[in-house]
Nanobody, 121 residues
Framework: QVQLVESGGGLVQPGGSLRLSCAASGSVPPINRMGWYRQAPGKQRELVASATSASGGITDYADSVKGRFTISRDNTKNTVYLQMDSLNAEDTAVYYC?????????????WGQGTQVTVSS
């Protein structure tokens, strides 16, 4: 079993910054993708950013966060971070950590419990 534990959410003013962390524990293979999704009230869950575990791993960002958010990983700790800068009200959402991989032809995917990010003055 795999567990993802998120931290770092909270209330921040427009233009401010937050850093989210997500630590994975359990049977996580060395080759995987970890990332962040978010879901605002009344909207579908959407990908924010993700990164593979390979050295110099491939990253992917939603267009709405490019240039403002940065995803990074510490593979020795099975931890992924999301540095969020220049936050605005549209970034308000519950942010979910995600990890996925394929092993022996079977797909695995796990989610964290979510952490609230509120951008408001």
């Amino acid at each position: 079993q795999v567990q993802l534990v998120e931290s770092g959410g909270g209330l921040v003013q427009p233009g401010g910054s937050l850093r989210l962390s997500c630590a994975a524990s359990g049977s996580v293979p060395p080759i995987n993708r970890m990332g962040w999704y978010r879901q605002a009230p009344g909207k579908q869950r959407e990908l924010v950013a993700s990164a593979t575990s390979a050295s110099g791993g491939i990253t992917d960002y939603a267009d709405s966060v490019k240039g403002r958010f940065t995803i990074s990983r510490d593979n020795t700790k099975n931890t992924v971070y999301l540095q969020m800068d220049s936050l605005n009200a549209e970034d308000t959402a519950v942010y979910y950590c995600n990890t996925k991989w394929v092993r022996l032809g079977k797909s695995y995917e796990y989610w964290g419990q979510g952490t609230q990010v509120t951008v408001s003055s």
